[in-house]
């Protein structure tokens, strides 16, 4: 088994793992930190993609790297935004964990301008 | 590959309005943010005309001849550069995301905008400088060719739509905010994943292009059915509708008009894209079934929890939830059985007409529910009695945005459904046709529940705490007449 | 084996370790700190794998960046919660389960049958190299053929940056993110700061302009950039700035605009918007960087340091 695809069987394991994370785990921070678990096996893929188009003189595809970095810098913001989010709520309501949302809307009704 | 190397290529002049299009908007939006919050309604403001002139101007150049514009971003082709692509989806998508913003900012003068002498406010700037990356976003989601310049329009168009939802800081919109990121993040990970198999297997994410490479092999088969995973949990599809209603009822009512109305389309649109356009051929008729069953199980989920909620604008979000299961079921009824690939055809133009439709529809009834809470204080459904009486023109707008989500004629709704009816009957597949009958029918009585509500009498002329500007109904009334009156485009230029 | 591919599995393991730990660890922190090594670990896949500008963006900003916000929220939100935790359903979890082996098992799958030998854009990236000026196709491509990408990106950073912000409470809008920091003169964190960012910035600097010919780039200096900033603002020996400031605003905006304006600009000069007129490509392009730099390090920066918490008083 050559290298890369050992890496891409690694990217695979790495996605599973997040996405079981994401789904599983009650604690929004956990779910957060899962997410970039996630991620980074996605983008791992792409570095799987990118060394099996080594070609020219390159020793892998600069376009799926070149792509990963900005999935990098996005994966950043939305975990900037989530904390965010988390902490404002965790401020507010002293609850970290994200409950079902009630279906039929007793929560108080607040007027809108 | 010789349309991949450094030779800049003439674009036609046509192409720059592709450029404006998602430049433009983005510009104010930077604009504003350094200008600080006082002027940013205003560069908002000034800014949408010229983007619904443009809006105007690719549909003029696309829709009556059916030509397509492309424009090579940076002058690099395909698949090494970025190609931008307006056809006739795009052009109508544009031009209806420019009327809804263009609409929604007056709509939300009278909220977000400031008098001259008063510091920036936080609501003002985020909301303008918000809207303004929605409209960006969506415009780049509609005119995008490269799968991965879709996937940062999604991202774009998440980060900017989130904080609309919590506008108003209160506990409840935070989480219903944070469950929607959520969603939102999963999904745009699943069609990266998507994104980065195909480049695997075809070495290019240009959409036109891979409709060429595209072989039905189990890589393609798995990232088809990753990123379509990913778009439905952001278009809020049953089952993974959850964080819907929560979060366009939490907004504030301009900016639940532009999420009901707009945001989850961008999605959806692109599971049209990927269906139709990227790999026509990958499916077979199982696969439409099962998404048009989704489909269905949206319409019934949504209408049945829509008749059961208390507040207006609970019931209005949960009848998102059902319409977009509308979207859907064009599916199998625009798969050929006998060339084994998606056609488009009356199947697919029901299906837009459907999502413009919903758009205006959506946006007005927003609109009215928002002015309504506004004038008395609470949504509550059965609080509404003596309305009618009180604030028609509101309770007007309200009526015939229903008229245009039932599908009753002239209106687009109706229009879509009828387009979509053909097309099961001439395929024989009667049981999509039980679904829209019945599922008009649902539409009809929640919409029937709010009227009656709103049209009793009280004993005591209502109240109203706060009084409600004019132009504000009339903005909200002038799009639910365009969703009644969009049907006649059957007898216009699309006859 | 040979003795590398012994390392390789080696190097797996852990990464799936580290990976696996960060999702069974009971409390947020052992999570955390397990993310953190997985972000260093994968970086050295990273390089393995021959791409060493992700190696550097990985560490610095999915390690780095993603790992100081995660600390401070644990520590934020450290067992203080109102209601007890529910974890869902044993049904819930082995249908989750269930799930996330069937999608890994898919995509080993995928890996195994992807096409041999593998298209690549590689040859047509090398080729575009010498017009351009450059030696770092990863640039070109970001630079050049796939601008459009990097120059919205830009735009969805500064984005996040305002919905981080639309989250403060009224009251402090224009005001100061995080809490005061005081000033521990004998601690070992004012020390550091004082030490560590001249040499920081002289790095970022260098990773901005080695880019174009070896691997670097805007992204990976201006990280640095950013974590000097924010060593300084930890350590209380500067404030975090008030984010009305019109100086602030003017340098978050400044990079995406003249991104922008060198590409309409390129309308004109080289016939596409984004394109680089063929003698100018390589100043155009650093100018580019230099000015995204400072922009992208302010905004990093300000993502972390999260929304106002206090009004504008000195």
Redesign the interface.
């Known amino acids: 088994m050559s290298s890369t695809t050992l890496f891409g069987m690694c990217a695979a394991a790495l996605v599973g793992l997040g996405l079981y994370g994401l789904l599983i785990h009650p604690q929004t921070l956990r779910r957060i930190v899962a997410f970039n678990l996630l991620g980074g096996g996605v983008f791992l893929m792409f570095g799987v993609v990118a060394r099996r188009g080594a070609a020219a003189g390159m020793a892998s595809d600069p376009v799926p790297q070149a792509l990963v970095i900005t999935g990098v810098v996005v994966a950043f913001s939305a975990t900037a935004l989530a904390i965010a989010l988390l902490l404002r709520l965790f401020a507010d309501s002293g609850d970290a964990s994200l409950r079902s949302p009630p279906h039929d809307g007793v929560a108080a009704d607040r007027t809108h301008v | 590959m010789p349309d991949s190397l450094a030779v800049p290529l003439a674009n036609p002049s046509g192409g720059l309005w592709l450029v404006a299009a998602i430049v433009w908007p983005v510009l104010a939006a930077l604009l504003a943010i350094c200008s600080g919050g006082r002027l940013a309604d205003r560069i908002a403001l000034l800014a949408m005309p010229i983007g619904l002139g443009i809006a105007v101007a690719i549909a003029m150049a696309v829709l009556p001849v059916g030509h397509v514009l492309t424009y090579a971003v940076g002058g690099w082709n395909p698949p090494l550069g970025i190609l931008l692509r307006a056809d006739t989806l795009s052009a109508a998508m544009l031009l209806t995301a420019a009327i809804v913003i263009c609409a929604t900012g007056i709509f939300a003068r009278g909220a977000f905008s400031l008098r001259a002498g008063t510091p920036e406010t936080r609501g003002s700037l985020a909301f303008w400088t918000l809207l303004l990356a929605v409209w960006s976003a969506m415009n780049l989601v509609f005119l995008g060719n490269d799968l991965f310049n879709l996937y940062v329009a999604l991202e774009l168009l998440t980060f900017a739509a989130v904080p609309l939802v919590c506008l108003d800081g209160s506990a409840a919109t935070l989480a219903a905010a944070l469950r929607y990121l959520l969603f939102a993040l999963l999904g745009s990970v699943l069609y990266l994943l998507g994104t980065g198999l195909l480049y695997g297997a075809y070495g290019t994410l240009d959409i036109t292009l891979l409709a060429a490479r595209v072989r039905p092999d189990f890589a393609t088969w798995v990232a088809a059915a990753v990123m379509t995973t990913g778009l439905l949990a952001k278009t809020a599809l049953f089952p993974l509708h959850l964080w819907l209603p929560p979060a366009h009822a939490g907004a504030p009512p301009a900016a639940s008009a532009v999420l009901s109305a707009l945001v989850v389309k961008a999605s959806f649109f692109l599971v049209i894209r990927l269906w139709f356009d990227a790999m026509p051929g990958l499916w077979n008729s199982l696969a439409t079934q099962l998404l048009a069953a989704l489909g269905a199980g949206a319409i019934f989920y949504g209408s049945v929890l829509a008749l059961r909620q208390q507040r207006l604008k609970l019931l209005i979000a949960y009848s998102t939830v059902a319409q977009i299961g509308y979207l859907f079921l064009m599916f199998p009824l625009a798969f050929d059985p006998i060339a084994g690939r998606l056609q488009a055809g009356i199947a697919l133009t029901g299906g837009l007409l459907q999502t413009v439709s919903h758009a205006f529809a959506k946006a007005g009834m927003f609109m009215a529910a928002g002015l309504v809470a506004t004038a008395i204080g609470h949504d509550r459904i059965a609080g509404l009695a003596g309305i009618g009486r009180a604030m028609p023109i509101s309770l007007f707008a309200f009526g015939l945005a229903g008229v245009s989500l039932i599908g009753l004629p002239p209106s687009g709704g109706f229009l879509a459904k009828w387009l979509l009816l053909s097309a099961a009957i001439a395929s024989g597949q009667w049981w999509w046709v039980a679904v829209l009958v019945i599922g008009g029918l649902f539409t009809g009585a929640y919409v029937l529940l709010v009227l009656v509500r709103a049209m009793g009498t009280t004993e005591a002329p209502l109240i109203l705490h706060v009084s409600v500007s004019r132009y504000r109904e009339l903005t909200a009334l002038i799009l639910s007449l365009m969703a009644v009156l969009l049907g006649l485009i059957a007898f216009g230029p699309l006859a | 084996m040979t003795l590398?591919?012994f390392l390789?599995?080696c190097l797996?393991v852990l990464?799936?370790g580290a990976?696996?730990w960060?999702?069974a660890a009971r409390s947020?922190h052992a999570?955390?700190t397990g993310?953190v090594s997985?972000?260093l670990l994968?970086s050295l896949?990273?390089v393995?794998?021959?791409?060493v500008?992700?190696a550097l963006?990985?560490v610095a900003?999915?390690g780095g960046?993603?790992g100081v916000?995660?600390l401070t929220?644990?520590a934020?939100?450290q067992g203080?919660?109102?209601?007890p935790?529910?974890?869902?359903s044993r049904l819930?979890?082995c249908v989750?389960?269930v799930?996330?082996?069937a999608?890994?098992?898919?995509?080993?799958?995928?890996?195994?049958?992807?096409?041999d030998p593998?298209?690549?854009?590689?040859?047509?990236?090398?080729?575009?190299l010498p017009?351009?000026g450059l030696g770092n196709?990863?640039t070109?491509?970001?630079l050049?053929?796939?601008?459009?990408?990097?120059v919205?990106?830009t735009?969805?950073?500064?984005?996040?940056?305002?919905?981080?912000?639309?989250?403060?409470?009224?009251r402090y809008?224009?005001g100061r993110p995080g809490q005061r920091q005081e000033v521990d003169s004998d601690g070992v964190l004012p020390f550091f700061a004082r030490v560590l960012p001249p040499i920081g910035v002289l790095l970022g600097i260098h990773l901005v302009f080695v880019g174009a010919n070896a691997p670097g780039?805007k992204?990976q200096g201006a990280t640095v950039l950013a974590a000097m900033w924010l060593l300084v603002m930890m350590a209380g020996l500067r404030d975090a700035p008030a984010i009305?400031s019109?100086w602030l605003?003017?340098g978050?905006?400044f990079g995406?605009?003249v991104f922008?304006a060198i590409?309409?600009i390129?309308?004109g000069t080289?016939?596409?918007?984004?394109?680089?007129p063929p003698d100018y490509a390589k100043v155009l392009i650093v100018t580019i960087e230099l000015t995204l730099m400072v922009s992208i390090a302010l905004t990093?920066g300000l993502?972390?340091v999260?929304?106002p918490e206090r009004p504008d008083t000195r």
């Open positions: 590398a591919q390789e599995i797996v990464v799936l990976g696996a960060t999702i947020a999570a955390i993310f997985y972000g994968l896949v990273w393995q794998l021959a791409a500008d992700v963006a990985e900003i999915g960046l993603t916000l995660l929220a644990a934020r939100l203080r919660e109102s209601q935790i529910q974890w869902p819930h979890r989750a389960a799930l996330c082996t999608l890994t098992a898919a995509l080993c799958a995928v890996v195994l049958w992807l096409p593998a298209p690549t854009l590689a040859p047509a990236a090398a080729g575009a017009a351009l196709a990863v070109g491509v970001l050049a053929h796939r601008a459009l990408d990097t919205l990106e735009v969805v950073v500064l984005l996040a940056l305002v919905g981080v912000w639309s989250l403060a409470p009224d809008w224009n780039g992204f009305g019109r605003r003017i978050l905006v995406p605009a922008f590409g309409l390129g309308i080289a016939g596409a918007f984004l394109a680089y990093l993502l972390v999260g929304p």
